[in-house]
């Protein structure tokens, strides 16, 4: 087999194992320990396979910076993967000045639960409004919340694990 190719095959192969590694690791820390075992047994076949491979031919420098490439590309593409897939929940919490019916009759029509708690800031009062949803439907929330032009300031927290309270119906 041609050096060339064999350095592709070991650049291809290490973007898999690292990005196998990646998604594993955000699994584990959102609990989903047998999915990520799974995942955990094939990243690390790839990777003593390829390793392996490199070790037998470490005087063909390129194949060395080939298995580097790929584990610096796996890492991009291992995030972009879990981006796309948006596994979990998260907490947004919206702090507004002003507290907006409006706003919040939109967020549930949307299918979005609302819990508004009210406070004190370094300005006076303001409203924050809790919102718990799965990942995927972060960009939806932003989109609602920045069409009501309120100089709302939105942070978003993982969740690890919940229980109860009010989520939409999963589409079938």
Known sequence: MSIVLQALLIFSARIIDVS??????ILLVKGQRRIAS?????EVMIYLIVLGKVVE???KPILLIAYCLGYAAGNIIGSKI?????????VAQVIV????EELVQELRAAGFGVTIFTGEGKEG????????L???QVRKLHEIIDGCECGAFITTVDVRSSLGGY??????
Do not use: A, C, Y
Not at 38 to 42: K, S
């Open 167 to 172: 989520f939409q119906p999963k589409k079938m």
């Open 134 to 136: 799965d990942r995927k």
């Open 97 to 100: 000045k002003e507290m907006l």
């Open 125 to 132: 009062i303001s409203h924050m409004l809790n919102i718990i």
């Open 82 to 90: 879990e981006e796309r897939l948006s596994i979990g929940r998260v």
């Open 20 to 25: 196998i590694g990646t998604l594993r690791m």
């Open 38 to 42: 799974v995942l955990g047994f094939f």
């Open 57 to 59: 031919n470490i005087n």
